[in-house]
């Protein structure tokens, strides 16, 4: 088994949340963390996008990721001896599921449509999992650009106007469908977690700022740099993403052994 040094840090992060200069209010919710679970270094990011037509969806983006980040906060200790890569995985969609009856039940007893997007990827043992629900969107960028998630929308005539509307979210049902997705984790890997205000106008050209980056510090700067050049081509949404890099020199200590 190869385990790595508890105080060094293989995996990059950065996360960014911007409300931008037309909206009144930031729906979007974002959690990126990593730590040391059962030997290796484990990644999480995501969004939350909160419903626009529902005005207080960010109520539900909070409760999501506030929720996410307090069970992994909890997982580093929980499984600090007894840890199996099915156990975690397994609670991590137990906890969503219940976060997700929560934000249902609050509709039903608030008498208050709200709602939101959920886009996860949890990085462990040299492989990564998607869960997600909605139409924010994780980016994987390797010698080009690859969407892995699909947007769960569908198209409607609303008083003459063809509109796209979700067909699937957060708080919509009791029990929260969601997609799924696993593979191995490559050298290199650059994934990017972003709610539909980054989406709609970025360029592959845009994400090797972030590739050039070797420390969390010029990750971050290169995420603010990204924003402004979406807000420059005219993007009005709020803009949030969360990103996880594996540099090529690093890839040797995601693996368990060989």
Same mark, same amino acid.
């Given at each position: 088994?190869?385990?790595?040094?508890?105080?060094?840090?293989?995996?990059?992060?950065?996360?960014?949340s911007?409300?931008?200069?037309f909206?009144?209010?930031?729906?979007?919710?974002?959690?990126?963390r990593?730590?040391?679970?059962?030997?290796?270094?484990?990644?999480?990011?995501?969004?939350?996008d909160?419903?626009?037509?529902?005005?207080n969806?960010?109520?539900s983006?909070?409760?999501?990721?506030?929720?996410?980040?307090l069970?992994?906060?909890?997982?580093?200790?929980?499984?600090?001896?007894?840890?199996? !890569?099915?156990?975690?995985?397994? +609670? $991590?969609?137990?906890?969503?599921?219940?976060?997700? &009856? @929560?934000?249902?039940?609050?509709?039903?007893?608030?008498?208050?449509?709200?709602?939101?997007?959920?886009?996860?990827?949890?990085?462990?043992?040299?492989?990564?999992?998607?869960?997600?629900?909605?139409?924010?969107r994780?980016?994987?960028?390797?010698?080009?650009?690859?969407?892995?998630t699909?947007?769960?929308v569908v198209?409607?005539?609303?008083d003459?106007?063809?509109?796209?509307?979700?067909?699937?979210?957060?708080?919509?049902?009791?029990?929260?469908?969601?997609?799924?997705?696993?593979?191995?984790?490559?050298?290199?890997d650059?994934?990017?977690?972003?709610?539909?205000?980054?989406? !709609?106008?970025?360029?592959?050209? +845009? $994400?090797?700022?972030?590739?050039?980056a070797?420390? &969390? @510090?010029?990750l971050?700067?290169?995420?603010?740099?990204?924003?402004?050049?979406?807000?420059?081509?005219?993007?009005?949404?709020?803009?949030?993403?969360a990103?996880?890099?594996?540099?090529?020199?690093?890839?040797?200590?995601?693996?368990?052994?060989?």
């Open positions: 088994m190869l385990k790595r040094d508890e105080k060094s840090k293989r995996i990059l992060t950065a996360a960014i911007d409300q931008g200069a909206r009144t209010k930031n729906q979007d919710r974002v959690l990126c990593t730590a040391m679970i059962g030997g290796y270094e484990v990644a999480l990011a995501c969004v939350c909160g419903i626009g037509s529902f005005p969806s960010e109520i983006s909070e409760m999501m990721v506030q929720g996410i980040e069970w992994f906060q909890d997982m580093a200790s929980q499984y600090a001896t007894d840890f199996t !890569k099915k156990g975690f995985l397994n +609670d $991590l969609e137990h906890t969503i599921q219940t976060l997700n &009856e @929560q934000i249902f039940l609050y509709r039903e007893q608030q008498h208050e449509e709200i709602g939101c997007t959920l886009s996860l990827i949890l990085s462990i043992d040299g492989q990564y999992h998607v869960m997600h629900a909605g139409d924010s994780i980016f994987c960028f390797r010698d080009h650009l690859e969407q892995l699909r947007d769960e198209v409607r005539n609303v003459g106007r063809i509109r796209s509307l979700l067909a699937n979210y957060v708080g919509k049902n009791r029990e929260l469908w969601m997609n799924r997705l696993s593979d191995e984790i490559r050298e290199g650059l994934w990017i977690v972003g709610t539909d205000g980054l989406h !709609k106008h970025i360029q592959e050209e +845009d $994400l090797n700022l972030l590739k050039k070797s420390t &969390e @510090q010029k971050s700067l290169a995420c603010e740099k990204l924003v402004q050049k979406l807000r420059e081509r005219g993007e009005r949404d709020n803009i949030s993403c990103v996880l890099f594996y540099p090529k020199k690093h890839h040797k200590f995601l693996l368990k052994g060989k």
